[in-house]
């Protein structure tokens, strides 16, 4: 992953406002989710729970290949997630991603968001 980057997007005049749910914080990967990159993810969740975020969108549109150690950490982001009260995960997944969760039968496990570019 070359970048896990957490932003928090409310306001609907900036540019990924206008693409994302209103009032979720967003995390947007960029390149592997694996092994080597989950812990990123974890971190940036974890981080995120602590500021006072329970509602996230995972943003993985850039996301160039997952194993079963990254289908792991976002299972236990939603996880994560869900136990806060009114927690919630969505994902914004590519096709790459869409595969990987398929494949293992996790894709049920998410609410996907099919918003803008997908």
Do not use: S
């Not at 693409?19 to 979720?24: N, R, T």
């Not at 509602?55 to 996301?63: C, G, K, W």
């Not at 990254?70 to 991603?97: K, M, Y």
């Amino acid at each position: 992953m070359n970048a896990v980057e957490m932003a928090v997007h409310e306001d609907k005049a900036t540019p990924d406002a206008a693409q994302a749910p209103h009032g979720l914080a967003r995390v947007r990967l960029d390149g592997p989710l694996t092994a080597v990159t989950a812990p990123a993810l974890r971190t940036r969740v974890r981080q995120a729970v602590r500021d006072g975020h329970a509602r996230m969108l995972i943003d993985l549109e850039l996301v160039t290949a997952v194993d079963a150690v990254g289908i792991a950490a976002l299972l236990e982001a939603r996880r994560v997630l869900e136990a806060q009260t009114g927690g919630t995960l969505v994902l914004r997944a590519n096709p790459v991603v869409c595969r990987a969760l398929k494949e293992t039968g996790t894709i049920a496990a998410f609410a996907l968001w099919t918003g803008h570019g997908m």
